[in-house]
């Protein structure tokens, strides 16, 4: 290897190294593509039911999206709607509140994005998801049912978790 060879190949490696330190270009609000200890929990086979975990941890005061699976078909965008699975629980629980899977394993429900049906914390968490994946999002109560709650089963202030796996999306 003559030396123009060898430090040809050193810039290459060091420019792909410095590229791959960037990471994705994909935009500020993409969700981090290592999952937090609570999502390894989750199973990643989509026919399966998933379970919450509790957690012991402080509730977080934002949103916290944790891809599980990440899927490789069509985007949920603003202004489509997504067929979504689910199981919805209690932050520090884990005790299940809510869940599409109760109506069987192939019930989904439509949320059109953008239309504001569905608490915002849901909705955000949904966005940017693509078909055959499976995420869980902690949503705060300011994303969720508030002060209110949503008696008699979500009580004020609650931090609410839901695993969900996007099934289809259309325009």
Same mark, same amino acid.
């Given at each position: 290897?003559?030396?123009?060879?060898?430090?040809?190949?050193?810039? *290459?490696?060091?420019? /792909?190294?410095?590229?791959?330190?960037?990471?994705?270009?994909? @935009? +500020? %609000?993409?969700?981090?593509?290592? !999952?937090?200890?609570?999502?390894?929990?989750?199973?990643?086979?989509?026919?399966?039911?998933?379970?919450?975990?509790?957690?012991?941890?402080?509730?977080?005061?934002?949103?916290?999206?944790?891809?599980?699976?990440?899927?490789?078909?069509?985007?949920?965008?603003?202004?489509?709607?997504?067929?979504?699975?689910?199981?919805? *629980?209690?932050?520090? /629980?884990?005790?299940?509140?809510?869940?599409?899977?109760?109506? @069987? +394993? %192939?019930?989904?429900?439509?949320? !059109?994005?953008?239309?504001?049906?569905?608490?915002?914390?849901?909705?955000?968490?949904?966005?940017?998801?693509?078909?055959?994946?499976?995420?869980?999002?902690?949503?705060?109560?300011?994303?969720?049912?508030?002060?209110?709650?949503?008696?008699?089963?979500?009580?004020?202030?609650?931090?609410?978790?839901?695993?969900?796996?996007?099934?289809?999306?259309?325009?």
């Amino acid at each position: 290897m003559s030396r123009r060879t060898a430090s040809r190949a050193l810039i *290459a490696v060091a420019l /792909s190294v410095s590229l791959a330190a960037c990471g994705s270009d994909d @935009g +500020a %609000d993409s969700p981090d593509s290592s !999952p937090s200890a609570a999502a390894t929990e989750v199973t990643t086979d989509l026919s399966e039911k998933p379970e919450v975990p509790a957690s012991d941890d402080p509730a977080p005061d934002e949103l916290v999206i944790d891809d599980v699976v990440v899927g490789d078909g069509a985007e949920a965008v603003t202004g489509s709607t997504a067929d979504v699975k689910y199981v919805g *629980a209690f932050y520090e /629980s884990g005790e299940e509140f809510d869940s599409s899977w109760s109506g @069987g +394993a %192939d019930e989904t429900i439509p949320v !059109p994005l953008g239309a504001g049906r569905v608490i915002p914390g849901f909705e955000q968490g949904i966005e940017g998801m693509k078909v055959g994946g499976r995420r869980m999002i902690t949503i705060p109560s300011d994303l969720g049912y508030g002060p209110e709650g949503s008696p008699p089963v979500i009580p004020g202030d609650a931090t609410l978790v839901f695993v969900m796996d996007l099934v289809e999306v259309t325009p």
